[in-house]
């Protein structure tokens, strides 16, 4: 039966393998959003725990386009409250040196990701959509996609996501500190 674990309290066993949603890697790896200190904290930690037990952290394409879509986003969100940058718009900013050195940014935590996780295809020809599509009715489609994904190559879900972890009806353990 699947189980929803406080992070806190989570002490991996040897054979398990683990998948990040997108919002914990926005929370370890973005720190610029100041957002809910104690959950970087929380996820960093859990994140440190695994290296150490040389514990499997697998990562899709998804998650990275996610994770970049993300952080620049955000980035802009951030810099345009600044009363100098209130008038410029997105395509403004992306001609800006702000937006390359975020794109800098952004490129170099990729790569800090790709090097404490490892990286899987995203098996789009093999997961069945139909049931994906189904359960857009209680979750994002890549929320949906990851649980599908989780459950076919038996991941344990580390994740802040409250839809996630409410309806979690398809026997998958989700690790988190949103409890």
Known sequence: ???VYNIDKYNPTQLENFFFDTNVWLYI?????NYELKFQKKYTLFLDKL???NKS???NSLV???FSNAYLNKSY???VKLPANAAINKKQWRQSQHYTNTLQEVVAIINQLLKVSLKTNDDFNSINLNEVLNEMANKEFNDSYYVLLGVDRNYKI???DAYIISDNNHNIDVITANI
């Open 158 to 160: 580390v994740t802040h």
């Open 77 to 79: 969100q951030l810099w």
């Open 57 to 59: 952290i697998f990562i």
């Open 1 to 3: 039966m699947a189980s």
């Open 29 to 33: 790896f973005f720190p610029q959003g």
């Open 64 to 66: 990275v386009s996610e």
């Open 51 to 53: 290296k150490k037990l």
